[in-house]
């Protein structure tokens, strides 16, 4: 996972969807491939969403230094064909030049926050390249803290008119590009597993003018996240098959489930992060090619049924998998197997 080409490959499929599940649009992978591939025709405003995170991701894999003009040209990749109307209106050479309105939780009924007055966010934007050119990290651990106080202030200033959790996210990736930290790239992944969390601690840290609740979050999620890819990829190692792009996100879903383990519970794990299906299309074309390849195994037959085929609860072959278990402390991997 310390390598350039394994945040590639999560950054143009699993952290494209994930910046955007975040935000609640749920796309599929393969949809994420076809647009990327040009083979999907869709609306211009569902393509945009994604392919402005493709051209945004390329841009800060190319682009070193984050300063003001750099920024401001990922900005206008991850922004383009998604302002209009009142946004438009609002946004100045650089940053916006209006107030900002930020929903808690997405609710109008309740109260927003008011990004900071447009007068100072010049002034506070430069305070926020002067840390990010501040190098005194340590370790790696150092380098991923320091990305998501990049992340949270981001939020905080809300710089632009809209876009802004997406366009905090890329760059605090950008960072640990930077840094050449790449495991932890996969933590919009993290996020995109406990959103109400996030913003949770994003408005602790707002109120409480402390960050270190959404600090820890973040480490813990993030950790959880490794210690599965960890998992996933031993078991890629220890396959004799090829496996696909989702049907490692179907090993990733098991092993985020924290109980039932039936293929109606993956089924529905499975939805609550893409475009619904129904469960017998999940069994027939996402769940039996895994049991057929040997890495799913039926551990007994319920009494309920799916369509004509009885539910089934599943778990992880053990011979797929022969890790060290003292890289896994985050994932009780003896309940999938």
Do not use: C, W
């Given at each position: 996972m310390s390598t350039l080409s394994f945040a590639k490959r999560m950054m143009m499929s699993q952290e494209i969807k994930a910046n955007n599940t975040i935000e609640g649009i749920n796309d599929d992978l393969s949809l994420i491939d076809d647009v990327i591939k040009n083979k999907k025709q869709i609306s211009n405003y569902e393509r945009k969403r994604i392919i402005n995170l493709y051209h945004g991701y390329q841009y800060i894999l190319t682009h070193k230094e984050i300063?003001?003009?750099?920024?401001?040209?990922?900005?206008?990749?991850?922004?383009?064909?998604?302002?209009?109307?009142?946004?438009?209106?609002?946004?100045?050479?650089?940053?916006?030049?209006?107030p900002v309105y930020i929903c808690k939780k997405s609710r109008l009924d309740v109260e927003p926050f008011l990004g900071v007055n447009?007068?100072?966010?010049?002034?506070?934007?430069?305070?926020?390249?002067?840390?990010?050119?501040?190098?005194?990290?340590?370790?790696?651990?150092?380098?991923?803290?320091?990305?998501?106080?990049?992340?949270?202030?981001?939020?905080?200033i809300h710089p632009y008119p809209d876009v802004n959790g997406r366009t905090s996210r890329t760059v605090a990736m950008w960072y640990l590009l930077n840094n050449k930290v790449y495991p932890y790239i996969i933590f919009n992944r993290a996020i995109a597993f406990s959103p109400n969390k996030y913003e949770n601690n994003i408005i602790l840290g707002r109120e409480k003018g402390n960050i270190t609740m959404f600090l820890k979050y973040m480490l813990k999620q993030v950790l959880k996240e490794l210690e599965k890819e960890y998992i996933i990829s031993n078991i890629v190692k220890n396959s004799s098959y090829h496996l696909t792009k989702e049907e490692r996100q179907m090993i990733e879903y098991m092993l985020s489930m924290n109980g039932g383990y039936s293929v109606k519970d993956l089924a529905k794990t499975y939805n609550n992060y893409n475009t619904k299906q129904k469960i017998h299309t999940i069994?027939?074309?996402?769940?039996?090619?895994l049991i057929e390849k040997e890495?799913?195994?039926i551990v007994r037959y319920t009494k309920s049924y799916i369509n004509?085929?009885?539910?089934?609860?599943l778990g992880i072959n053990k011979d797929m998998v022969d890790i060290d278990k003292s890289k896994v402390k985050h994932i009780n991997l003896d309940k999938f197997i």
């Open positions: 300063n003001k003009d750099n920024l401001k040209e990922l900005y206008n990749l991850l922004s383009d064909g998604l302002l209009t109307g009142q946004f438009a209106n609002r946004m100045g050479e650089y940053y916006r030049n209006k447009e007068n100072k966010v010049n002034d506070l934007m430069n305070q926020l390249f002067e840390f990010i050119n501040d190098k005194n990290e340590k370790n790696d651990i150092d380098v991923f803290i320091k990305s998501q106080i990049m992340h949270f202030y981001f939020v905080y069994l027939d074309e996402k769940i039996k090619p890495i799913f195994t004509s085929e009885p539910n089934m609860i």
